[in-house]
């Protein structure tokens, strides 16, 4: 059983922190959403959706019910009652039907509380393909009401940006792109990575939601920056699996009348969004994909197929803030060797199958010469058995 407590707000050095105390069966835990005084005021202690989002998915995956000792929005615990857990139990047997008790919130629209609500419209801004596709999608767009009126820096408590020299680095980033881009940015602190040990990867949606959620008066609209197109998507083994897969129903099912969490980017793959932001000058020289520095490093997989994306695209000259590119045409062979055989394992790969495509014809003797080797390789192969 997981008890949610009443959540409360706490003001300290500059910092509004909204925390909730959590029992799983006699375990303590807590978690918390930290931000600056003047984004206080739109932290929803009174109501424990936040935190239902952020728990769901260990609730569901370790059998546990959850009671929520204070309300929930209406529409929020409608979609998760009778929507998502229904339909992530039917599409793994491994996913428990998780039942909430939790008394209805009344319209936040209807209290005095009405007054801060903001009706802003954000996304995060870690500025990789998928966050730098949402931004430029959002920015100066013929829909007045779709354009963005903040940016959002996440600090979830884990990864590279938990170290606290990194994080002042990854900050300091997101405000000087925050000032290029003339928008405001709110920084957000928090222990949601960590308050429960789940693999990041499973569950990272979730939480997101959570912090989401959490200063649910500021937003009426947030784009999440999606991993997938809708054409990958999937429920199969949804426990185990990294919920970007099946992210747009997920976001539909933490989206209400009052705050639209939209999967953007979903309606096109990741060549379509690096070739979008390609020519953008911000994005030339911020772009960061690293997960392991807070400068790309150029060669970690994320920093590859990045880059081998920005080749295709013949934009490698002009991403030299960004990225050490005399360091990758060194090692582009290399690079195009891992890229062939990723494309022999996966020869649909959603991040690369275009980029591949567009090398391979580019440079056709070379991939030609590859196939060439592999004939060769798997016929010594063959004789050396006959032998
Ligand atoms: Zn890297």
Redesign the pocket.
């Known amino acids: 059983m997981i008890r949610l407590h009443q959540g409360y707000v706490e003001d300290s050095d500059g910092m509004s922190t909204l925390s909730t105390d959590i029992d799983i069966n006699d375990k303590k835990t807590n978690v918390y959403v930290s931000v600056e005084n003047e984004y206080g005021k739109f932290l929803s202690p009174e109501r424990a959706d936040y935190a239902l989002a952020g728990i769901l998915p260990y609730a569901i995956r370790r059998g546990h019910d959850i009671i929520c000792e204070a309300p929930v929005t209406e529409e929020l615990l409608y979609n998760i009652r009778e929507f998502l857990i229904p339909t992530l139990c039917r599409t793994d047997s491994r996913a428990y039907h998780v039942k909430i008790q939790a008394d209805i919130a009344p319209p936040l629209d209807k209290l005095p509380v009405s007054k801060v609500m903001h009706g802003g419209v954000g996304t995060g801004l870690s500025f990789g393909v998928d966050s730098s596709y949402a931004i430029l999608k959002h920015v100066d767009t013929e829909y007045p009401n779709q354009n963005l009126t903040h940016l959002c820096i996440f600090n979830n408590g884990s990864g590279i940006i938990s170290n606290p020299i990194r994080r002042q680095k990854i900050f300091a980033r997101a405000e000087k792109i925050s000032q290029e881009l003339n928008l405001p940015i709110l920084k957000v602190d928090s222990n949601v990575r960590s308050f429960i040990k789940q693999h990041h990867a499973a569950v990272h949606t979730y939480k997101d939601a959570l912090i989401i959620w959490a200063m649910q008066k500021l937003w009426r609209v947030y784009y999440y920056g999606s991993t997938y197109s809708f054409a990958n998507f999937s429920l199969i083994g949804n426990t185990r699996r990294d919920p970007a897969h099946f992210e747009p129903f997920l976001l539909d099912c933490f989206s209400t009348s009052k705050l639209r969490i939209i999967s953007s980017g979903s309606e096109g793959d990741r060549d379509d969004k690096v070739a979008f932001i390609v020519d953008n000058p911000l994005v030339q020289k911020y772009l960061h994909?690293?997960?392991?520095?807070t400068v790309?490093?150029?060669?970690?997989g994320?920093?590859l197929r990045t880059l081998l994306a920005i080749d295709a695209l013949g934009k490698l000259d002009k991403f030299r803030e960004a990225f050490d590119i005399d360091a990758y045409i060194e090692q582009r062979e290399e690079a195009y060797r891992g890229l062939h055989e990723s494309i022999k394992r996966n020869p649909e790969h959603p991040f690369l199958a275009q980029t591949y495509k567009i090398l391979r014809e580019r440079h056709k003797d070379f991939f030609d010469s590859l196939d060439a080797e592999e004939k060769l390789d798997a016929e010594e192969k063959l004789d050396a058995e006959e032998k």
């Open positions: 994909v690293c997960t392991g520095k790309n490093c150029g060669k970690c994320k920093c």
